[in-house]
């Protein structure tokens, strides 16, 4: 058993790079796992190709919810800061989607996968539903987790998935109100807190409020550092770790034993 990250980016051009030395530190912090979540079919190739080489990564395939429209927002002129150099034709959202279906079984969950109403326009709104419906489905029919990700779309998102009966879910980084986070516990789901809690009202609020048991950790690395600017790392969620046993008034070692079984009900193994 030991410390976890459900929603890291390790192949990320900020971390790839560094790699060696952030599983070190990593694995010095305590962490047994990290699931690495990969955003359009390139990106989840290199993290099965990074979870084949380290034990310690798991790897989550996906299609970020901007990439799943990414062909239109280029059409569009949508302002969008994107990674990839600029003649770098995106895939179709169905190869994206048909990626994951053929690799779904190497995988250790699905993700990162969801809706974004903040970048992307109402008009594109159906379009990007449907890749994520499709997703969903292809996660409940292989029993995968699914690591989700949803801005200004929480509601929807939550909807969407209780239609469609996921049972295993994490919605990682939630930005909605915490009301609404009390409802994806309600239903089941889980809630994973970035090492950005301390200095965030609504994630303090979120260790406070949800249920324990709905609770992960999470980076969400390179971003959302425990200090602004900094680009973080899975070794970050000791201290999210920490933070949580103090705001439940509990030893770290309860919390971190709570913080493990919730771990595996989730994803059906220990971390
Ligand atoms: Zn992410």
Request: charged share 25%.
């Amino acid at each position: 058993m030991g410390l976890f990250d459900v929603h890291a980016h390790l192949t990320h051009p900020r971390i790839l790079p560094v790699i060696d030395d952030v599983l070190a530190r990593a694995r010095a912090a305590g962490l047994t796992t990290i699931v690495s979540n990969g955003l359009h079919p390139k990106d989840n190739a290199a993290v099965l190709a990074l979870a084949k080489r380290d034990p310690l990564v798991k790897p989550a395939i996906g299609l970020y919810p901007v990439d799943a429209v990414m062909r239109e927002m280029l059409a569009a002129k949508v302002p969008y800061p994107r990674d990839e150099a600029d003649d770098d034709e995106p895939p179709s959202a169905e190869e994206a989607v048909a990626f994951v279906r053929a690799h779904v079984e190497e995988a250790f969950a699905v993700g990162e996968v969801g809706l974004d109403g903040y970048w992307v326009p109402e008009a594109l709104w159906p379009a990007q539903e449907d890749a994520f419906r499709a997703l969903v489905r292809i996660a409940i029919d292989a029993d995968k987790p699914l690591i989700v990700h949803t801005r200004k779309r929480e509601q929807r998102t939550l909807e969407i998935l209780q239609e469609l009966g996921a049972k295993r879910v994490d919605f990682h980084c939630f930005g909605g109100k915490v009301a609404l986070a009390r409802k994806v516990a309600e239903a089941g789901y889980y809630l994973s807190i970035p090492a950005n809690a301390r200095r965030s009202e609504s994630f303090t609020r979120m260790l406070e409020t949800i249920p324990r048991g709905q609770l992960l950790l999470e980076t969400d690395c390179p971003y959302l550092a425990p200090e602004k600017d900094q680009a973080s790392e899975p070794a970050n969620v000791a201290l999210t770790w920490r933070y949580a046993a103090e705001r439940w008034g509990v030893t770290e070692d309860a919390a971190a034993a709570q913080l493990e079984a919730n771990f595996e009900a989730l994803f059906g193994v220990k971390p």
